[in-house]
């Protein structure tokens, strides 16, 4: 580790707020996901932009890597810091800078979690409403391109960003968009930073689009007695256009898994969709009516609905708890979350593909997607044996081969990072990397914001 380094920034930034300690180093050497640990120099903890121009200006001129941590919830390595680089910790920069009520946006520092925010907003009528399901902060959500349960009705990330800023890997500070719905000037800055995994700068703020907390909200379960009716069942409810909330899909060893661990009442270990109703009374009736004609066609087995807000609660925790419901299925094991995206017309078949691959693999592999959008994910078990990640890692995968042979994507939302270089030159159009290699090496030509993640072949 460059020790001129560490002395300038506890020199301009305080002792407090630089650490090498074993401890906190290691705690910052991995995200959530299962790529190889790497420690961190050091650790320095930013309260605001200026201190991220700071820090991103010092490990330009010593030519030190860094890597950008929020919540460390990452499943893709993007959070593993360069191996004795600067891991540089936002989650102390959580203000609410500003609230707008009548033009439904807020300004946040990019630590802030989605839940922080709503219980800051619960006064105001509004919410934000993009839910990856964890603990994630908003500026890890934005560098990754982050969706969740609620982008059918609301979009992703992508679409609730008005403007960020962020800090260049030479110091500078960049503020992009506005306020403003929509603009017609210049190169669109904001969307280039959205989703590029801290690789061409490190987003400090965001200026958010917020949404007014629906008047009704209903919740409905129904199930299937197999997988490619409750799929065929979510398709027609996307091409009947009715604006559904939210659009789950469990299959039966999910169902299983969750029906123990949240202690579900009433429903069996079978195909399952979880949906949600949003809107004015009269709208949401009417949703309802649409879908439960739709469920009766495809042979659903009953339509369940309730506008209880704890008995919703607890349906969508349920769904929220899958994970942690597939670690207790089968304990010792760990878990790998796969992720995957094809055009809705193609989810059906993938996921019956998918389906026939887990049981030619001979692992547990439950799967819950947000099939409002075509996403979904494998949650693969991953046994306690000396060649169990590597089993695991071979149905990952195939998995994501099979949805680009689809015209899908290797990831929807979970991001590149580490894991998934490998399929960008099959994904991408090679003159498209070319671009994307152009923009990195002119906006980080020392190559020190988070080296070799997301492109293919790109190294520091």
């Given at each position: 580790?460059?020790?001129?380094?560490?002395?300038?920034?506890?020199?301009?930034?305080?002792?407090?707020?630089?650490?090498?300690?074993?401890?906190?180093?290691?705690?910052?050497?991995?995200?959530?996901?299962?790529?190889?640990?790497?420690?961190?120099?050091?650790?320095?903890?930013a309260r605001s932009t200026d201190d991220v121009a700071q820090t991103l200006a010092l490990c330009n001129a010593h030519r030190v890597p860094l890597a950008a941590f929020g919540a460390g919830t990452s499943l893709e390595g993007h959070v593993n810091p360069p191996e004795g680089g600067i891991s540089l910790d936002l989650s102390r920069m959580t203000d609410v800078l500003s609230v707008n009520p009548k033009d439904m946006d807020c300004r946040v520092q990019a630590g802030i979690t989605r839940q922080l925010l709503n219980h800051t907003l619960r006064d105001t009528g509004l919410f934000f409403p993009v839910d990856p399901g964890g603990e994630a902060t908003i500026g890890g959500m934005c560098a990754t391109r982050a969706s969740g349960t609620a982008?059918?009705?609301?979009?992703?990330?992508?679409?609730?960003?008005?403007?960020?800023?962020?800090?260049?890997?030479?110091?500078?500070?960049?503020?992009?968009?506005?306020?403003?719905?929509?603009?017609?000037?210049?190169?669109?800055?904001?969307?280039?930073?959205?989703?590029?995994?801290?690789?061409?700068?490190?987003?400090?703020?965001?200026?958010?689009?917020?949404?007014?907390?629906?008047?009704?909200?209903?919740?409905?379960?129904?199930?299937?007695?197999?997988?490619?009716?409750?799929?065929?069942?979510?398709?027609?409810?996307?091409?009947?256009?009715?604006?559904?909330?939210?659009?789950?899909?469990?299959?039966?060893?999910?169902?299983?898994?969750?029906?123990?661990?949240?202690?579900?009442?009433?429903?069996?270990?079978?195909?399952?969709?979880?949906?949600?109703?949003?809107?004015?009374?009269?709208?949401?009736?009417?949703?309802?009516?649409?879908?439960?004609?739709?469920?009766?066609?495809?042979?659903?087995?009953?339509?369940?609905?309730?506008?209880?807000?704890?008995?919703?609660?607890?349906?969508?925790?349920?769904?929220?708890?899958?994970?942690?419901?597939?670690?207790?299925?089968?304990?010792?094991?760990?878990?790998?979350?796969?992720?995957?995206?094809?055009?809705?017309?193609?989810?059906?078949?993938?996921?019956?593909?998918?389906?026939?691959?887990?049981?030619?693999?001979?692992?547990?592999?439950?799967?819950?997607?947000?099939?409002?959008?075509?996403?979904?994910?494998?949650?693969?078990?991953?046994?306690?044996?000396?060649?169990?990640?590597?089993?695991?890692?071979?149905?990952?995968?195939?998995?994501?081969?099979?949805?680009?042979?689809?015209?899908?994507?290797?990831?929807?939302?979970?991001?590149?990072?580490?894991?998934?270089?490998?399929?960008?030159?099959?994904?991408?159009?090679?003159?498209?990397?070319?671009?994307?290699?152009?923009?990195?090496?002119?906006?980080?030509?020392?190559?020190?914001?988070?080296?070799?993640?997301?492109?293919?072949?790109?190294?520091?």
């Open positions: 580790m460059d020790i001129d380094l560490i002395a300038a920034l506890r020199a301009r930034l305080g002792e407090e707020q630089v650490s090498t300690t074993d401890a906190v180093r290691e705690q910052h050497s991995h995200g959530e996901g299962h790529h190889a640990p790497s420690m961190p120099g050091a650790v320095v903890f982008a059918v009705r609301y979009g992703t990330i992508r679409e609730n960003v008005l403007g960020l800023t962020a800090v260049l890997a030479d110091g500078r500070v960049m503020r992009t968009g506005g306020r403003v719905r929509k603009s017609a000037t210049g190169y669109d800055l904001t969307h280039l930073l959205i989703g590029s995994e801290g690789t061409l700068g490190v987003i400090t703020e965001v200026q958010l689009r917020l949404h007014p907390i629906p008047e009704s909200i209903a919740a409905a379960v129904v199930q299937f007695e197999t997988l490619s009716e409750a799929v065929a069942t979510a398709i027609d409810i996307l091409q009947f256009g009715v604006p559904i909330g939210r659009l789950e899909l469990l299959d039966d060893v999910q169902m299983d898994a969750s029906i123990r661990y949240s202690l579900l009442s009433g429903l069996r270990a079978l195909p399952t969709l979880f949906l949600e109703f949003v809107g004015g009374p009269e709208s949401v009736r009417e949703q309802i009516g649409v879908v439960e004609g739709i469920v009766e066609d495809r042979g659903g087995l009953g339509f369940d609905w309730q506008t209880d807000p704890n008995q919703r609660a607890a349906l969508w925790r349920a769904r929220h708890h899958a994970y942690w419901a597939c670690l207790a299925y089968r304990p010792g094991y760990s878990a790998m979350t796969t992720d995957a995206i094809v055009p809705i017309s193609a989810l059906g078949e993938l996921i019956v593909g998918v389906k026939a691959d887990i049981a030619e693999s001979g692992l547990t592999a439950p799967i819950v997607g947000h099939v409002g959008d075509g996403n979904f994910h494998t949650i693969i078990l991953v046994p306690p044996t000396p060649d169990g990640l590597e089993r695991a890692w071979a149905l990952d995968r195939k998995i994501v081969r099979r949805a680009l042979a689809l015209g899908g994507s290797c990831s929807g939302e979970h991001g590149v990072g580490l894991g998934k270089r490998e399929f960008l030159t099959d994904e991408h159009d090679p003159v498209a990397l070319d671009v994307m290699r152009v923009l990195k090496r002119t906006l980080d030509p020392n190559g020190i914001l988070n080296p070799g993640k997301m492109l293919p072949g790109e190294s520091r």
